[in-house]
């Protein structure tokens, strides 16, 4: 039997839907698609000063300021640096709205029930209530995410900084 402190804090199990397929490094990621704003060319955005390592900077898109974050520092990735394939994923997080930088995008697949399965266990990493599941998709495996947990609380939402109301 387990002793209340024990358990762990994980997302609910990823449903059937399309979601965006991405590269951090070697590693294949999939969110999504509703969430998704738009994916755009990456472009170095304004550096914030004393901002958290993940947060690069801010970019105006169209009249609105969105905070650019690389989600391989966020996942602890090793970084690959900017190359032509490097995206900015510009979210939707319901409150407001952020750019991820990843490595590259690959495509939406839609995945049917029985499609996702659930994450091995995995206690004392931060980042582990994030992870809806697992899902093969021909001969990568995707790592499907809560996008709105991982990012929730490091999204900026500052005055001015895409939120909405």
Known sequence: M?????????APLAAAGQYLSFRLGEENYGIDI?????IRSYEPPTRMPDSAGFLLGVVNLRGVVVPILD???RLHC????ITPSTVVIVIDLKTRVVGVVVDAVSDVVTLEAGMVHAAPGVSGTPDAASIRGLAQVGERLLILLDIEALLGDAAPAGEGLASVG
């Open 2 to 10: 387990n002793a209340p402190n024990a358990t762990t804090t994980r």
């Open 34 to 38: 509703l969430q998704v704003q738009e």
């Open 71 to 73: 989600l391989r520092v």
């Open 78 to 81: 090793a970084d690959s640096g």
